[in-house]
C-alpha cells in the first residue's frame, strides 16, 4: 500500500512536470509570436491552451482520488494539497501565454508595440520563458537553489515591467492611445506570468525546506 | 464523530462567506475610493488585505487539518477541495481590490482616470460591488439562481471593460498616456474581479446540482 502511495506521488509529480513543460512551451511560442508577429504561431498557443487545461483537470481528479484513497497526513498530505495548488497557477500561466499569443494575433500583420518597445518585450519574453523553463527543472529536481533563481529572474521582469511605464510615460513617447493599451497590457501579462513562477517556487521550497523530501520507496 | 464532522464543514463554510463579507467590503471602499479619489479610504483598503490574507491562509490551515483527521471521501471531500479553491480565488479578489486603491492612492489629489470615463467605471464599480455581495450570499444559502445572477452582472462589467477600449481609442479620447495606462489598468482590475467571482459562483453551483447539499446533523 505505501508502495503504491509513492508511486502515485512520483506519477503526481511527473505530471505537474508535464503540464510545466506544456507551459514553458505555450510562452516560449507566445513571445516569439508576440515579437516577431507570427499569427500561425500565435493561433498554436491559442489552440493549445485547452491541452493546458485539461492535463491540470487530469491532475486535480488524480489528486483527490488520492486524498479519498490514501488519506495521506502531514507532509504527504501537504505534497497532495500543494500539487493541487501548483497546478491551479500553471493552468493560470497558460492562460496568460494565450492572451500574449491573443495580442499579436489582433495586431497582425501589424506588431504589437512599436520599435521603440521591442528590446524591453524581447528581453520580458526571454526572461518568462527561462523562468518558465527553470520551473520545469524546479519540479522535476526540487533543487531549492533553482527556487531562488526564478526569484531572483523575476525582479528583472518587474523592473523591466517597470521601464515599459517609464517608456510610455516619457515625452519622447510617439505611440497613439492602441500603443499604450496594447504595451500596458503586454507587459502586465508579462509580469503577472512571472509572478504565479514565483509563487509555485515558494510552494516548492517551503515544502522542501520545511517537511518536502522527494519521494522515497 | 460524523456530528463533529459536519460542524467543521459548517465552520469551513462560515469561514468563506466571513472571507466574502470582507472582500465585498474591500471592493466596495477601493472603487469608492478609485471614483472619489478618497485617499483614506484607500489606505485603509490597503492596509486591511493582509486580514483577507490571514483569513485565507487560516481557512486553508483548517480545510487541511478536516482532510488529515476526518479523511473526507466522495461529497464531503469535493467540499473541502472547492473551500481550498473558493479562498485561493477570494484572496486574489482582495488583492485586485487593493490595486484599485493603489491607483486611487497613486494618482491622489487628481482622480485616476478624465471625467469622461467616470460614468464607465461608476458603473463597473457597481457591479463588481453588487456581485462581491452575490457571492457572499451565495456562499451562505448555496442559492443556485444567484450563481445565475452573479455570471449575468459579469457580462454587464465585460460590456463595459470593453466600451473603455473603445472610447480609450475613439479620435474623441483627449486623455495623455498616463491616463491611458491608468484606464487599461483599472479596467482590467475591474474585470478580473468579476471574473473570479463567476469562476466561485460556477464551483458552488456544481456542487449544489452535482453532489452538494447543505451540511445536514
Keep these: 500500500m505505501r508502495e503504491v502511495f509513492q508511486q502515485e506521488l512520483r506519477d503526481v509529480q511527473d505530471r505537474l512536470v508535464e503540464i510545466a513543460g506544456l507551459v514553458a512551451e505555450a510562452i516560449d511560442n507566445a513571445t516569439t509570436a508576440f515579437n516577431e508577429s507570427n499569427v500561425a504561431l500565435a493561433e498554436s498557443v491559442i489552440a493549445d491552451d485547452s491541452k493546458i487545461d485539461a492535463a491540470a483537470n487530469e491532475l486535480d481528479e488524480l489528486a483527490i482520488e488520492i486524498l479519498a484513497r490514501q488519506n495521506p497526513v502531514a507532509r504527504d498530505l501537504r505534497i497532495v494539497v ?122 516548492v521550497q517551503y515544502l522542501a525546506t520545511g517537511d518536502w523530501t522527494p519521494a522515497e520507496d
Tied chains: 1, 2.
Design 82 to 203: 500543494s500539487a493541487l495548488r501548483i497546478s491551479a497557477s500553471l493552468e493560470r500561466m497558460g492562460d496568460i501565454a494565450r492572451h500574449i499569443a491573443q495580442l499579436a494575433r489582433y495586431r497582425f500583420p501589424e506588431k504589437v508595440v512599436p520599435k521603440s518597445l521591442r528590446p524591453t518585450f524581447k528581453s520580458m519574453g526571454e526572461l518568462d520563458v527561462q523562468i518558465a523553463r527553470k520551473l520545469t527543472e524546479l519540479l522535476s529536481t526540487q533543487d531549492v537553489d533553482i527556487a531562488e533563481h526564478i526569484r531572483n529572474e523575476d525582479d528583472k521582469v518587474d523592473e523591466l515591467h517597470l521601464s515599459v511605464f517609464d517608456q510610455v510615460l516619457a515625452e519622447t513617447w510617439s505611440g497613439g492611445a492602441s500603443d499604450t493599451v496594447d504595451a500596458t497590457l503586454a507587459s502586465r501579462y508579462h509580469e503577472r506570468f512571472a509572478d504565479h513562477a514565483v509563487s509555485i517556487a515558494k510552494k
